[in-house]
């Protein structure tokens, strides 16, 4: 069974940073691409960013190019998300996401049950 | 960057009834790379439908989706009581990947 558990999120003062983590089990890690979705309270579905089997491809929301980081360790099972320069804006749930089979699959076919990461002074 | 705009905003249905929920694109959406997500109250989204038109693994056959030019629809055929939710598009043939702003089905 494919399970993804996110942890690292909680209450952070704007300006912070935050470094967000996902432990994947029940798959071969290395084979799948891995994302970053979030969601705001009370609103809908945004992309955050998406990485590659390899981490020869990275991608990032437009929006948010230059304050998040993604990475990923193969050798651990492991996904994260560094976010810098923290606003109130961010607070949201953050869902760690795997991408679907094959190449280019940017779908998520399951996700994690989300960190909430809250900005406030 | 592809805008989804789905509708309606709110689908007001019973039991049992037929429920179509649209989902139109700004521009083409390459390979047909369209996903539906259902998303529950207090819980993560679940993957219904990918490349617009291929249930996700576990998805009862009364889920399907269409497609046709930048138009795509997510289709229900009888809702049972556990579909009541909100369900988003997302395009993933271009990025940056986009999600549709969801449409709410309720129980009328």
């Known amino acids: 069974e494919v399970q993804l558990v996110e942890s690292g999120g909680g209450l952070v003062k704007p300006g912070g940073s935050l470094r967000l983590s996902c432990a994947a089990s029940g798959f071969t890690f290395s084979d799948f691409g891995m994302n970053w979705v979030r969601q705001a309270p009370g609103k809908g579905l945004e992309w955050v960013s998406s990485i590659n089997p390899t981490s020869t491809y990275i991608y990032y929301a437009d929006s948010l190019k230059g304050r998040f980081t993604i990475s990923r360790d193969n050798a651990k099972n492991s996904l994260s998300l560094q976010i810098n320069s923290l606003r109130a804006e961010d607070t949201a749930v953050y869902y760690c996401a795997r991408s679907g089979a094959g190449r280019l699959q940017y779908y998520f076919d399951s996700w994690g049950q989300g960190s909430l990461v809250t900005v406030s002074s | 960057e592809i805008v989804l705009t789905q509708s309606p905003g709110t689908l007001s249905l019973s039991p049992g009834e037929r429920a179509t929920l649209s989902c139109r694109a700004s521009q083409s959406v390459d390979s047909s790379h369209l996903a539906w997500y259902q998303q529950k109250p207090g819980q993560a989204p679940r993957l219904l439908i990918f490349?617009?038109?291929s249930r996700a693994t576990g998805i009862p056959d009364r889920f399907s989706g269409s497609a046709s030019g930048t138009d795509f629809t997510l289709t229900i055929s009888r809702l049972e009581p556990e579909d009541f939710a909100v369900y988003y598009c997302q395009q993933y043939g271009t990025s940056p990947w986009t999600f549709g702003q969801g449409t709410k089905v309720e129980i009328k």
């Open positions: 490349g617009a038109a």
